[in-house]
C-alpha cells in the first residue's frame, strides 16, 4: 500500500534560515504529491501539489520538486519568517489508494525571530 | 473564497453515546471525505463518498460509523457508540474535478471529539 515518511520535527530555525523538510514516498503507479500545512488552531491548507514526475510545485516561497527515481518529494524555502511556524504534512494520492491521501506524521516547524 | 464549514467545533460525550459531527462542502465538489487525528498522531483516512454511496472506506471505518449528505449540502459522519480511542480531531474534505486523484482536497477547520 501507499505510505509517506517524513522528517521527525520539530525544526527550529532562525528567522530568514533555510528550510528543509523532507519527504520520500512508498506507492504503486503515478501519485499525485502535495505539502500541506496546519496553522496553530486551524485546519489543512495546500501549500502546493505536484501531480507528475519532475513538476515542481511552488507557493508562497516554498518549493518542492516530484523526483521519481529518488521518490521524493522535498520541501525547500530558502528564507523563513516567524509566520511559517506551522505543521507541515507531506501526502500522496492515487497509486493503489485511488483519490484517498495518505499522510506522512507531519513536521512542526518553529522559527525564532 | 468559498471554504469548508464544520460543526460542532468542540463536543464532548460519554462513552457508548451516538454522535453526529456535520460538514457543509463547497458547493461544486463532487467527492467528499471524512479524516481524523488523534493527537499526536499522523492524519488518517476514513471513508470516501460520491454520488451519493461510499467509494473507499478504510479498517478504521467500522459497523459503528456511517455517512451520509441528506440535503446535497450536508454531509454528516454518525459514530453510532463512541468509544474513548474515538477521541480525535475529525477533519471533513472535498474535491471536484474527474482526474480525482490529482485533485486538491480542501479540508474543513475541525471537529475535535472528546469521549469520557
Known amino acids: 500500500g501507499n505510505s509517506v515518511t517524513q522528517m521527525e520535527g520539530p525544526v527550529t530555525l532562525s528567522e530568514e534560515a533555510f528550510l528543509t523538510i523532507n519527504c520520500t514516498y512508498t506507492a504503486t503507479g503515478y501519485p499525485s504529491l502535495f505539502w500541506y500545512v496546519q496553522y496553530p488552531g486551524e485546519g489543512l491548507q495546500l501549500l502546493l501539489k505536484?501531480?507528475?514526475?519532475?513538476d515542481k510545485g511552488s507557493n508562497k516561497g516554498f518549493e518542492a520538486t516530484y523526483r521519481k527515481e529518488t521518490t521524493s518529494f522535498h520541501l525547500e524555502k530558502g528564507s523563513v519568517q516567524v509566520s511559517d511556524s506551522a505543521v507541515y504534512f507531506c501526502a500522496l494520492s492515487g497509486g493503489s489508494g485511488y483519490s484517498t491521501l495518505t499522510f506522512g506524521k507531519g513536521t512542526m516547524l518553529l522559527v525564532s525571530p | 473564497e468559498p471554504e469548508v464549514t464544520q460543526t460542532p467545533s468542540h463536543q464532548v460525550t460519554q462513552m457508548g453515546q451516538e454522535v453526529i459531527l456535520r460538514c457543509v462542502p463547497i458547493?461544486?465538489?463532487?467527492?467528499f471525505y471524512w479524516y481524523r487525528q488523534i493527537l499526536g498522531q499522523k492524519v488518517e483516512f476514513l471513508v470516501s463518498?460520491?454520488?451519493?454511496?461510499?467509494?473507499?472506506k478504510s479498517e478504521i471505518f467500522d459497523d459503528q460509523f456511517s455517512v451520509e449528505r441528506p440535503d446535497g449540502s450536508n454531509f454528516t459522519l454518525k459514530i453510532r457508540s463512541t468509544k474513548l480511542e474515538d477521541s480525535a480531531m475529525y477533519f471533513c474534505?472535498?474535491?471536484?474535478?474527474?482526474?480525482?486523484?490529482?485533485?486538491?482536497?480542501?479540508f474543513g477547520p475541525g471537529t475535535r471529539l472528546l469521549v469520557l
Open positions: 474534505a472535498g474535491s471536484g474535478g474527474m482526474v480525482v486523484y490529482q485533485e486538491t482536497q480542501y
Open positions: 463518498f460520491y454520488n451519493n454511496e461510499i467509494s473507499e
Open positions: 458547493s461544486n465538489h463532487l467527492y
Open positions: 505536484a501531480t507528475k514526475a519532475d
